[in-house]
């Protein structure tokens, strides 16, 4: 991660992590996020983009079959791969765009204005605190949310395919 960037990531990441945060953050995020996308013609912009890595998961409902569309916090690494987590605002449940993962790993992705083909490979236990380092890495403090959870969070792979 840049480091001139790492500083503002550790100050957001702490106020993400605040009670506050993960009250009003569910229902504040979203439309701000649309909004943002609405008025940059789908760019992000510096909070989406440089503070806090984002892509747009599209996938298929797990039980409703319709198409789905979730912004989502991502962890990209050099090696083309990305992280997705369902830490859901540190809430107890388990995301519902990780159900539909699990259900149909191949799905579509828009990162950095492109929109590609992706597998998506659940992080085996094996390698969670391996993973957990590269989060932590790119967003301070991140698994404190598995703590405020109460639930082991599901981590995805994104592989391009």
């Not at 500083?7 to 953050?25: E, H, K, L």
């Not at 998961?57 to 987590?85: F, K, N, Q, W």
């Not at 259900?103 to 597998?119: L, Q, S």
Request: a positive charge.
């Amino acid at each position: 991660m840049a480091t001139a960037i790492r500083p503002v990531r550790v100050v957001v990441a702490r106020f993400t992590r605040t009670r506050f945060f993960r009250s009003y953050g569910p229902r504040m995020m979203p439309p701000l996020e649309r909004f943002a996308a609405r008025v940059t013609g789908g760019r992000r912009g510096p909070l989406s983009g440089a503070v806090v890595p984002s892509l747009v998961l599209h996938t298929v409902g797990a039980r409703s079959g319709e198409p789905r569309e979730t912004l989502l916090m991502c962890c990209p690494v050099p090696d083309g791969t990305i992280y997705v987590t369902g830490s859901n605002f540190a809430r107890p449940e388990h995301p519902a765009w990780t159900w539909n993962l699990i259900a149909n790993g191949d799905v579509e992705i828009e990162y950095r204005g492109e929109r590609f083909a992706v597998r998506a490979e659940l992080v085996s236990d094996a390698e969670r605190e391996q993973t957990w380092e590269v989060l932590e890495e790119n967003w301070p403090g991140y698994r404190g949310y598995e703590r405020s959870s109460g639930r082991t969070l599901r981590i995805f792979r994104l592989v391009p395919r």
